[in-house]
T-cell receptor, first 115, second 110 residues
Framework: EPEVTQTPSHQVTQMGQEVILRCVPI?????FYWYRQILGQKVEFLVS????????KSEIFDDQFSVERPDGSNFTLKIRSTKLEDSAMYFC?????????????FGQGTRLTVV | GEDVEQSLFLSVREGDSSVINCTYT??????LYWYKQEPGAGLQLLTY?????DMKQDQRLTVLLNKKDKHLSLRIADTQTGDSAIYFC??????????FGAGTQVVVTP
């Protein structure tokens, strides 16, 4: 069964460092998303991406965040200068043609710990 | 504003039925979802319901939707220990953008 894969599963970084979280969406999907879940809190929408540009972003997704689809398979989330409060589980998701509905498939997540 | 509310915890005996409740606020939501998260794992889509439906059944899972009260429930029949997980209700705000509840921790006891 096709799945969304994320790497690494866990990343520890020092405050102020840049991190790149990587995702490989399901191959025929066109819509990509990042969500995050701070420990014990709700899963929150960060950004959606389609046709090589951001479709929508939340207020969390400030100038420190960026997304990219550098090639035909990867979808990345970059945090330029990490803060302690960026520590969270980050989920990548993808969905197919909009005509199929908006069923989003999530990856296993990357746990980011900022120290 | 937009918010999805769920009870935080549910304990159920193996073999009994579990009912997880959720309320949502956006009456224009076209799809409502239930996701399952096992410890250390990602979000697994369990089922979803389109807003013009009142009920959807999928094997042991039954979703009930009361649009008037903006209430969604997930019933798991014959609950098993493997059903122990956190269950998230979610509504769609715009395409691809889901608003999640805080999750209901379901603990299945022998």
């Amino acid at each position: 069964e096709p799945e969304v894969t994320q790497t690494p599963s866990h990343q520890v970084t020092q405050m102020g460092q840049e991190v790149i979280l990587r995702c490989v969406p399901i191959s025929n999907h066109l819509y990509f998303y990042w969500y995050r879940q701070i420990l014990g809190q709700k899963v929150e929408f960060l950004v959606s991406f389609y046709n090589n540009e951001i479709s929508e972003k939340s207020e969390i997704f400030d100038d420190q965040f960026s997304v990219e689809r550098p090639d035909g398979s990867n979808f990345t989330l970059k945090i330029r200068s990490t803060k302690l409060e960026d520590s969270a589980m980050y989920f990548c998701a993808s969905s197919g043609q909009i005509a199929e509905g908006t069923e989003a498939f999530f990856g296993q997540g990357t746990r980011l710990t900022v120290v | 504003g937009e918010d999805v509310e769920q009870s935080l915890f549910l304990s159920v005996r193996e073999g009994d039925s579990s009912v997880i409740n959720c309320t949502y606020t956006d009456s224009s939501s076209t799809y409502l979802y239930w996701y399952k998260q096992e410890p250390g794992a990602g979000l697994q889509l369990l089922t979803y319901i389109f807003s013009n439906m009142d009920m959807k059944q999928d094997q042991r899972l039954t979703v009930l939707l009361n649009k008037k009260d903006k209430h969604l429930s997930l019933r798991i029949a014959d609950t098993q220990t493997g059903d122990s997980a956190i269950y998230f209700c979610a509504e769609i705000i715009s395409w691809g953008k889901l608003q999640f509840g805080a999750g209901t921790q379901v603990v299945v006891t022998p």
